[in-house]
Protein backbone atom coordinates (compact mmCIF):
# COMPACT_ATOMS: atom_id res chain seq x y z
CA UNK A 1 0.00 0.00 0.00
CA UNK A 2 0.87 3.63 -1.21
CA UNK A 3 0.24 5.62 1.69
CA UNK A 4 0.24 10.04 1.01
CA UNK A 5 2.54 11.65 3.05
CA UNK A 6 0.55 13.14 5.81
CA UNK A 7 2.32 16.52 5.87
CA UNK A 8 1.30 17.11 2.12
CA UNK A 9 -2.42 17.32 2.55
CA UNK A 10 -2.64 20.98 4.02
CA UNK A 11 -0.70 22.34 1.45
CA UNK A 12 -2.03 20.34 -1.17
CA UNK A 13 -5.66 21.19 -0.27
CA UNK A 14 -4.89 24.51 -0.77
CA UNK A 15 -3.74 24.21 -4.71
CA UNK A 16 -7.27 26.21 -6.19
CA UNK A 17 -9.16 28.25 -4.31
CA UNK A 18 -12.88 27.32 -4.24
CA UNK A 19 -16.01 29.78 -3.35
CA UNK A 20 -17.05 28.49 -0.13
CA UNK A 21 -16.89 31.68 2.22
CA UNK A 22 -18.18 34.07 -0.37
CA UNK A 23 -19.57 33.72 -3.86
CA UNK A 24 -17.52 34.70 -6.96
CA UNK A 25 -17.73 36.18 -10.26
CA UNK A 26 -20.81 38.16 -10.87
CA UNK A 27 -23.39 35.16 -8.86
CA UNK A 28 -25.82 38.05 -7.06
CA UNK A 29 -25.38 36.29 -3.68
CA UNK A 30 -23.86 38.05 -0.48
CA UNK A 31 -23.51 37.48 3.11
CA UNK A 32 -26.43 38.81 4.50
CA UNK A 33 -28.78 38.61 1.98
CA UNK A 34 -32.68 38.19 1.69
CA UNK A 35 -33.40 37.08 -1.42
CA UNK A 36 -37.53 37.66 -2.37
CA UNK A 37 -38.06 35.57 -5.64
CA UNK A 38 -41.10 37.31 -7.61
CA UNK A 39 -43.01 35.31 -9.80
CA UNK A 40 -46.20 33.30 -11.26
CA UNK A 41 -47.07 29.99 -10.46
CA UNK A 42 -44.43 27.69 -11.57
CA UNK A 43 -42.04 29.50 -8.90
CA UNK A 44 -45.31 29.14 -6.97
CA UNK A 45 -44.88 25.79 -7.47
CA UNK A 46 -41.59 25.30 -5.25
CA UNK A 47 -39.71 23.36 -7.32
CA UNK A 48 -37.47 25.05 -9.41
CA UNK A 49 -36.73 27.41 -7.28
CA UNK A 50 -36.61 25.33 -4.42
CA UNK A 51 -33.62 23.35 -6.47
CA UNK A 52 -32.18 27.00 -7.11
CA UNK A 53 -31.96 28.17 -3.32
CA UNK A 54 -31.03 24.43 -2.16
CA UNK A 55 -28.10 24.93 -4.27
CA UNK A 56 -26.92 28.05 -2.82
CA UNK A 57 -27.11 26.75 0.41
CA UNK A 58 -24.94 23.87 -0.42
CA UNK A 59 -22.36 25.76 -2.99
CA UNK A 60 -22.33 28.77 -0.51
CA UNK A 61 -22.50 27.04 2.99
CA UNK A 62 -20.17 29.51 4.70
CA UNK A 63 -22.38 32.31 4.56
CA UNK A 64 -25.51 33.54 6.29
CA UNK A 65 -28.86 34.27 3.99
CA UNK A 66 -32.28 33.25 3.22
CA UNK A 67 -34.83 33.21 0.69
CA UNK A 68 -38.87 33.52 0.41
CA UNK A 69 -40.42 32.37 -2.10
CA UNK A 70 -43.09 34.91 -3.30
CA UNK A 71 -45.09 33.22 -6.61
CA UNK A 72 -48.77 33.31 -6.71
CA UNK A 73 -50.20 31.29 -9.94
CA UNK A 74 -51.63 33.55 -13.27
CA UNK A 75 -49.76 36.62 -11.84
CA UNK A 76 -48.35 39.53 -14.38
CA UNK A 77 -45.97 42.35 -13.43
CA UNK A 78 -49.25 44.54 -12.74
CA UNK A 79 -50.44 42.13 -10.83
CA UNK A 80 -47.65 40.91 -8.57
CA UNK A 81 -46.43 45.05 -8.54
CA UNK A 82 -50.41 45.25 -6.75
CA UNK A 83 -49.01 43.28 -3.81
CA UNK A 84 -45.38 44.09 -3.92
CA UNK A 85 -45.91 46.05 -0.30
CA UNK A 86 -47.14 43.47 1.54
CA UNK A 87 -45.61 40.08 -0.30
CA UNK A 88 -42.50 41.49 -1.09
CA UNK A 89 -40.96 44.63 0.56
CA UNK A 90 -42.63 43.72 3.64
CA UNK A 91 -39.56 40.83 3.78
CA UNK A 92 -36.93 43.56 3.91
CA UNK A 93 -35.24 42.06 1.54
CA UNK A 94 -31.86 42.98 -0.14
CA UNK A 95 -32.62 40.74 -3.64
CA UNK A 96 -35.46 40.63 -5.48
CA UNK A 97 -35.45 38.42 -8.43
CA UNK A 98 -38.28 38.66 -10.80
CA UNK A 99 -39.35 35.33 -12.77
CA UNK A 100 -42.64 36.36 -15.06
CA UNK A 101 -43.79 36.66 -18.42
CA UNK A 102 -45.82 33.50 -19.00
CA UNK A 103 -48.79 35.49 -18.35
CA UNK A 104 -47.71 38.32 -20.09
CA UNK A 105 -47.39 37.26 -23.05
CA UNK A 106 -50.74 36.81 -24.19
CA UNK A 107 -51.43 40.34 -24.74
CA UNK A 108 -48.78 42.39 -23.52
CA UNK A 109 -46.56 43.40 -26.50
CA UNK A 110 -42.91 43.73 -25.57
CA UNK A 111 -42.28 46.94 -25.37
CA UNK A 112 -45.19 47.72 -22.85
CA UNK A 113 -43.83 43.95 -21.02
CA UNK A 114 -40.14 45.81 -20.52
CA UNK A 115 -41.91 49.07 -19.89
CA UNK A 116 -43.53 47.68 -16.76
CA UNK A 117 -40.85 45.63 -15.74
CA UNK A 118 -38.62 48.68 -15.45
CA UNK A 119 -41.59 50.02 -13.23
CA UNK A 120 -41.21 46.94 -11.28
CA UNK A 121 -36.97 47.61 -11.33
CA UNK A 122 -38.01 51.11 -9.56
CA UNK A 123 -39.78 49.34 -6.82
CA UNK A 124 -37.28 47.32 -5.78
CA UNK A 125 -34.43 49.95 -6.03
CA UNK A 126 -36.54 52.06 -3.71
CA UNK A 127 -36.71 49.74 -1.09
CA UNK A 128 -32.74 49.27 -1.11
CA UNK A 129 -32.79 45.91 -2.72
CA UNK A 130 -30.75 44.47 -5.67
CA UNK A 131 -33.31 43.30 -8.75
CA UNK A 132 -32.35 40.13 -10.84
CA UNK A 133 -34.42 39.57 -13.56
CA UNK A 134 -35.26 35.91 -14.62
CA UNK A 135 -37.36 35.06 -18.14
CA UNK A 136 -39.70 32.89 -18.17
CA UNK A 137 -39.13 29.05 -19.21
CA UNK A 138 -39.99 27.63 -22.52
CA UNK A 139 -43.65 26.20 -23.40
CA UNK A 140 -42.85 22.57 -23.20
CA UNK A 141 -44.78 21.79 -26.74
CA UNK A 142 -42.65 20.27 -29.03
CA UNK A 143 -41.64 23.25 -31.30
CA UNK A 144 -38.59 24.50 -31.53
CA UNK A 145 -37.50 27.96 -31.61
CA UNK A 146 -37.16 27.68 -35.48
CA UNK A 147 -40.45 26.46 -35.95
CA UNK A 148 -42.00 29.26 -33.55
CA UNK A 149 -40.40 32.34 -35.30
CA UNK A 150 -38.81 35.37 -34.31
CA UNK A 151 -42.29 36.53 -33.75
CA UNK A 152 -42.70 34.40 -30.29
CA UNK A 153 -43.62 37.04 -27.73
CA UNK A 154 -41.44 34.81 -25.16
CA UNK A 155 -38.44 34.40 -27.49
CA UNK A 156 -39.04 38.41 -27.91
CA UNK A 157 -39.56 39.07 -23.75
CA UNK A 158 -36.29 36.92 -23.32
CA UNK A 159 -34.10 38.93 -25.92
CA UNK A 160 -35.97 42.41 -24.80
CA UNK A 161 -34.91 41.78 -21.21
CA UNK A 162 -31.17 41.16 -21.71
CA UNK A 163 -30.39 44.13 -23.71
CA UNK A 164 -32.94 45.74 -20.47
CA UNK A 165 -30.84 44.66 -18.33
CA UNK A 166 -27.48 45.56 -19.81
CA UNK A 167 -28.55 49.12 -19.98
CA UNK A 168 -29.52 48.82 -16.35
CA UNK A 169 -26.75 47.15 -14.67
CA UNK A 170 -28.80 43.95 -13.73
CA UNK A 171 -27.69 40.34 -13.39
CA UNK A 172 -30.03 38.56 -15.51
CA UNK A 173 -30.23 34.73 -16.60
CA UNK A 174 -32.12 33.65 -19.94
CA UNK A 175 -33.61 29.92 -19.04
CA UNK A 176 -36.11 30.52 -22.00
CA UNK A 177 -33.22 29.81 -25.06
CA UNK A 178 -30.49 27.21 -23.34
CA UNK A 179 -34.20 24.83 -22.79
CA UNK A 180 -36.55 25.52 -25.41
CA UNK A 181 -35.23 23.20 -28.17
CA UNK A 182 -33.76 20.46 -25.60
CA UNK A 183 -36.99 20.37 -24.85
CA UNK A 184 -38.51 20.31 -27.98
CA UNK A 185 -36.68 17.80 -29.39
CA UNK A 186 -37.10 15.82 -26.48
CA UNK A 187 -40.95 15.33 -26.79
CA UNK A 188 -41.16 12.62 -29.45
CA UNK A 189 -39.11 10.33 -26.37
CA UNK A 190 -41.14 11.64 -24.10
CA UNK A 191 -44.77 10.78 -25.73
CA UNK A 192 -43.08 7.70 -26.72
CA UNK A 193 -42.02 7.21 -22.58
CA UNK A 194 -46.02 8.02 -22.20
CA UNK A 195 -47.25 5.81 -24.66
CA UNK A 196 -45.16 2.54 -22.44
CA UNK A 197 -46.18 3.43 -19.37
CA UNK A 198 -49.63 3.43 -20.40
CA UNK A 199 -49.70 0.35 -22.07
CA UNK A 200 -47.43 -1.17 -19.70
CA UNK A 201 -50.47 -0.14 -16.77
CA UNK A 202 -52.80 -2.26 -18.88
CA UNK A 203 -50.82 -5.27 -20.10
CA UNK A 204 -51.25 -7.26 -16.82
CA UNK A 205 -54.81 -7.88 -18.24
CA UNK A 206 -54.98 -11.10 -19.39
CA UNK A 207 -58.16 -11.57 -20.00
CA UNK A 208 -58.00 -8.53 -22.73
CA UNK A 209 -58.21 -9.41 -25.81
CA UNK A 210 -55.58 -9.09 -28.43
CA UNK A 211 -53.27 -8.30 -25.09
CA UNK A 212 -50.52 -10.65 -26.16
CA UNK A 213 -49.67 -7.73 -29.28
CA UNK A 214 -49.69 -4.86 -26.18
CA UNK A 215 -46.90 -7.60 -24.39
CA UNK A 216 -44.93 -7.94 -27.65
CA UNK A 217 -44.44 -4.41 -27.46
CA UNK A 218 -43.64 -3.69 -23.96
CA UNK A 219 -40.74 -6.17 -25.05
CA UNK A 220 -39.67 -4.25 -27.78
CA UNK A 221 -39.75 -1.04 -26.22
CA UNK A 222 -39.81 -1.42 -22.16
CA UNK A 223 -35.81 -2.10 -22.29
CA UNK A 224 -35.32 1.65 -23.37
CA UNK A 225 -37.60 3.19 -20.76
CA UNK A 226 -34.71 3.69 -18.27
CA UNK A 227 -32.78 6.22 -21.49
CA UNK A 228 -36.47 7.91 -22.10
CA UNK A 229 -36.79 11.46 -20.15
CA UNK A 230 -40.13 13.06 -19.31
CA UNK A 231 -39.90 16.72 -18.09
CA UNK A 232 -43.16 15.24 -16.29
CA UNK A 233 -46.44 18.13 -15.53
CA UNK A 234 -47.87 19.58 -18.31
CA UNK A 235 -46.71 22.05 -21.04
CA UNK A 236 -46.56 25.37 -18.55
CA UNK A 237 -45.64 23.45 -15.12
CA UNK A 238 -42.87 20.71 -15.73
CA UNK A 239 -42.56 18.57 -13.29
CA UNK A 240 -38.91 17.73 -11.10
CA UNK A 241 -36.88 16.63 -14.22
CA UNK A 242 -37.90 19.97 -16.08
CA UNK A 243 -37.68 22.50 -13.63
CA UNK A 244 -33.86 20.76 -12.47
CA UNK A 245 -33.02 21.73 -15.87
CA UNK A 246 -34.45 25.24 -15.00
CA UNK A 247 -32.64 25.87 -11.94
CA UNK A 248 -29.27 24.76 -13.70
CA UNK A 249 -29.50 27.10 -16.55
CA UNK A 250 -30.57 29.70 -14.29
CA UNK A 251 -27.54 28.98 -12.00
CA UNK A 252 -25.16 29.01 -14.72
CA UNK A 253 -26.57 32.17 -16.39
CA UNK A 254 -26.27 34.30 -13.61
CA UNK A 255 -22.56 33.03 -12.75
CA UNK A 256 -22.73 30.30 -9.71
CA UNK A 257 -19.83 28.49 -8.61
CA UNK A 258 -19.53 24.92 -10.21
CA UNK A 259 -16.53 23.86 -8.44
CA UNK A 260 -17.13 21.77 -5.28
CA UNK A 261 -14.07 19.79 -4.75
CA UNK A 262 -11.35 17.21 -6.29
CA UNK A 263 -9.66 14.50 -5.04
CA UNK A 264 -6.71 13.26 -7.64
CA UNK A 265 -5.04 10.09 -6.93
CA UNK A 266 -1.91 8.48 -8.32
CA UNK A 267 -1.69 5.07 -6.48
CA UNK A 268 1.87 5.15 -7.35
CA UNK A 269 3.05 8.72 -7.01
CA UNK A 270 1.67 12.47 -5.70
CA UNK A 271 -2.03 13.30 -4.91
CA UNK A 272 -3.66 16.25 -5.14
CA UNK A 273 -6.94 17.23 -3.64
CA UNK A 274 -8.66 20.97 -4.04
CA UNK A 275 -11.91 21.78 -2.28
CA UNK A 276 -11.51 19.30 0.93
CA UNK A 277 -9.15 17.44 3.09
CA UNK A 278 -7.87 14.02 2.63
CA UNK A 279 -6.68 11.73 5.50
CA UNK A 280 -5.88 9.02 6.07
CA UNK A 281 -5.45 7.87 2.19
CA UNK A 282 -4.09 3.76 1.83
CA UNK A 283 -3.18 3.55 -1.84
CA UNK A 284 -2.45 0.44 -4.03
CA UNK A 285 -2.29 -0.50 -7.82
CA UNK A 286 -5.74 -2.65 -6.78
CA UNK A 287 -7.49 0.01 -4.42
CA UNK A 288 -7.74 3.05 -2.31
CA UNK A 289 -9.02 4.29 0.79
CA UNK A 290 -9.41 7.36 2.20
CA UNK A 291 -11.69 9.83 4.18
CA UNK A 292 -12.90 13.21 2.69
CA UNK A 293 -14.11 16.50 4.15
CA UNK A 294 -15.28 18.77 1.40
CA UNK A 295 -15.32 22.59 1.75
CA UNK A 296 -18.83 22.71 0.32
CA UNK A 297 -21.81 19.78 -1.46
CA UNK A 298 -22.64 19.06 -4.31
CA UNK A 299 -25.98 19.90 -6.47
CA UNK A 300 -28.96 18.60 -4.26
CA UNK A 301 -30.57 16.63 -6.56
CA UNK A 302 -33.98 14.70 -5.86
CA UNK A 303 -34.56 11.03 -6.86
CA UNK A 304 -37.71 12.28 -9.00
CA UNK A 305 -35.64 14.49 -11.14
CA UNK A 306 -32.04 12.66 -11.21
CA UNK A 307 -33.54 11.29 -14.93
CA UNK A 308 -33.18 14.94 -16.54
CA UNK A 309 -28.95 14.03 -15.67
CA UNK A 310 -29.43 12.12 -19.29
CA UNK A 311 -30.84 15.31 -21.24
CA UNK A 312 -29.20 18.56 -19.91
CA UNK A 313 -25.07 18.04 -19.03
CA UNK A 314 -25.20 21.49 -17.39
CA UNK A 315 -26.71 19.86 -14.24
CA UNK A 316 -23.68 18.18 -13.68
CA UNK A 317 -21.35 20.68 -15.60
CA UNK A 318 -22.81 23.01 -12.64
CA UNK A 319 -21.36 20.33 -9.66
CA UNK A 320 -17.73 19.42 -10.28
CA UNK A 321 -17.19 17.24 -7.73
CA UNK A 322 -14.41 15.06 -8.94
CA UNK A 323 -12.76 11.58 -8.27
CA UNK A 324 -9.80 10.39 -10.33
CA UNK A 325 -7.51 7.37 -9.70
CA UNK A 326 -5.22 6.39 -11.94
CA UNK A 327 -2.37 3.68 -11.93
CA UNK A 328 -4.91 1.08 -10.97
CA UNK A 329 -5.28 -2.63 -12.31
CA UNK A 330 -7.24 -2.93 -15.46
CA UNK A 331 -10.46 -3.93 -14.22
CA UNK A 332 -13.76 -3.30 -12.92
CA UNK A 333 -13.91 -1.38 -9.41
CA UNK A 334 -16.79 -0.80 -7.04
CA UNK A 335 -17.05 2.33 -4.73
CA UNK A 336 -18.59 2.68 -1.84
CA UNK A 337 -18.75 6.09 0.35
CA UNK A 338 -19.20 5.00 4.33
CA UNK A 339 -19.20 1.31 3.47
CA UNK A 340 -22.55 1.80 0.36
CA UNK A 341 -22.14 1.18 -3.09
CA UNK A 342 -22.79 3.49 -4.82
CA UNK A 343 -20.77 2.80 -8.67
CA UNK A 344 -19.03 -0.11 -10.39
CA UNK A 345 -16.62 1.70 -12.57
CA UNK A 346 -14.03 0.63 -15.02
CA UNK A 347 -10.51 1.83 -14.43
CA UNK A 348 -10.67 3.76 -17.62
CA UNK A 349 -13.56 5.90 -16.48
CA UNK A 350 -11.86 6.32 -13.38
CA UNK A 351 -8.39 7.59 -15.00
CA UNK A 352 -10.17 10.04 -16.88
CA UNK A 353 -12.53 11.49 -13.62
CA UNK A 354 -15.98 10.07 -12.69
CA UNK A 355 -18.39 13.19 -11.00
CA UNK A 356 -19.70 11.91 -7.75
CA UNK A 357 -22.85 14.11 -8.03
CA UNK A 358 -24.24 11.58 -11.11
CA UNK A 359 -24.82 8.56 -8.42
CA UNK A 360 -27.94 8.91 -6.61
CA UNK A 361 -29.18 5.90 -4.10
CA UNK A 362 -30.02 2.81 -5.38
CA UNK A 363 -33.65 1.87 -5.88
CA UNK A 364 -33.44 -1.51 -5.05
CA UNK A 365 -30.84 -1.00 -1.89
CA UNK A 366 -32.06 -0.28 1.87
CA UNK A 367 -28.79 1.73 2.06
CA UNK A 368 -29.03 5.91 0.99
CA UNK A 369 -25.83 7.10 -1.15
CA UNK A 370 -24.41 9.50 1.91
CA UNK A 371 -23.96 12.13 -1.06
CA UNK A 372 -27.45 11.53 -2.43
CA UNK A 373 -29.32 11.33 1.24
CA UNK A 374 -27.43 14.83 2.68
CA UNK A 375 -28.48 16.82 -0.26
CA UNK A 376 -32.32 15.76 -0.15
CA UNK A 377 -31.69 16.78 3.55
CA UNK A 378 -31.02 20.11 2.56
CA UNK A 379 -33.75 19.98 0.27
CA UNK A 380 -36.37 18.75 2.54
CA UNK A 381 -35.17 21.51 5.29
CA UNK A 382 -35.92 24.05 2.08
CA UNK A 383 -39.35 22.89 2.00
CA UNK A 384 -39.99 22.70 6.13
CA UNK A 385 -38.72 26.50 5.43
CA UNK A 386 -41.21 27.31 2.52
CA UNK A 387 -44.44 26.14 4.73
CA UNK A 388 -43.46 28.89 7.17
CA UNK A 389 -43.28 31.45 4.64
CA UNK A 390 -46.64 30.19 3.34
CA UNK A 391 -48.30 31.23 6.35
CA UNK A 392 -46.21 34.02 7.09
CA UNK A 393 -47.65 35.12 3.16
CA UNK A 394 -51.45 34.43 4.58
CA UNK A 395 -50.87 37.08 7.47
CA UNK A 396 -48.92 39.77 5.81
CA UNK A 397 -51.52 42.02 4.21
CA UNK A 398 -53.80 41.80 7.01
CA UNK A 399 -50.88 42.25 9.97
CA UNK A 400 -49.58 45.27 6.71
CA UNK A 401 -52.72 46.75 7.09
CA UNK A 402 -52.88 51.00 8.24
CA UNK A 403 -54.46 50.06 11.18
CA UNK A 404 -53.85 46.49 12.12
CA UNK A 405 -54.51 45.10 15.48
CA UNK A 406 -50.87 45.03 17.57
CA UNK A 407 -51.74 41.19 18.01
CA UNK A 408 -51.46 40.37 14.15
CA UNK A 409 -48.42 42.23 13.79
CA UNK A 410 -47.06 40.27 17.02
CA UNK A 411 -48.16 36.97 15.25
CA UNK A 412 -46.17 38.03 12.28
CA UNK A 413 -43.18 38.89 14.08
CA UNK A 414 -43.69 35.62 15.91
CA UNK A 415 -43.33 33.78 12.52
CA UNK A 416 -40.73 36.10 10.90
CA UNK A 417 -38.88 34.92 13.93
CA UNK A 418 -39.69 31.02 12.72
CA UNK A 419 -38.71 31.45 9.10
CA UNK A 420 -35.15 32.61 10.27
CA UNK A 421 -34.79 29.68 12.64
CA UNK A 422 -35.70 27.74 9.85
CA UNK A 423 -32.98 29.40 7.85
CA UNK A 424 -30.24 28.23 10.35
CA UNK A 425 -31.90 24.82 9.70
CA UNK A 426 -30.89 24.38 6.67
CA UNK A 427 -27.39 25.62 6.62
CA UNK A 428 -27.04 23.06 9.55
CA UNK A 429 -28.29 20.73 7.05
CA UNK A 430 -26.06 21.83 4.24
CA UNK A 431 -22.03 21.59 6.65
CA UNK A 432 -20.31 19.08 4.93
CA UNK A 433 -20.05 15.61 6.51
CA UNK A 434 -16.48 13.33 6.94
CA UNK A 435 -17.16 10.60 4.31
CA UNK A 436 -14.98 7.24 4.02
CA UNK A 437 -14.11 6.14 0.63
CA UNK A 438 -13.46 2.87 -0.50
CA UNK A 439 -12.43 2.01 -4.09
CA UNK A 440 -12.36 -2.16 -4.61
CA UNK A 441 -11.99 -4.70 -7.28
CA UNK A 442 -15.19 -5.98 -8.42
Known amino acids: MHTLPQFALPFLALTLLFATSESRGDFPLKDGDIWVMAGDSITAQ ?3 SNYFEAFCYARYNKIKFGFRNSGVGGHTIP ?14 PTVVSVELGMND ?10 ANMGTMVERIRDIKARPVILSASPINNGSTLAKMG ?34 A ?12 LSIKAIAGNKSLPGVEHLQAFLAANEKDMDQLVSMQGDAVHPGAPGQLMMAAALLKELGAESAVSSVTINTSGMSFFTGCKVTDMKASETGVSFDRLDDCLPFPIPDDARSALRLYPTILDMSQYMLKVTGLKSGVYVLKVNKVPI ?7 LEAGVNLTAFGSDPKSKLANPIAAQGKAVLAAVSARAGLVSQWRGQSKAAHAENAPAELRAKLGMLTAKVAKADAQIRAAAQPKLLHFELTPQ
Open 150 to 183: SKNRLHEYAVALKEFSGKKNIPYADQFHPLVDIW
Open 105 to 114: HGGTPTDKFV
Open 185 to 196: NNKPNENRLANI
Open 343 to 349: ATLPSKE
Open 46 to 48: HLH
Open 79 to 92: STLARFDYDIAAWK
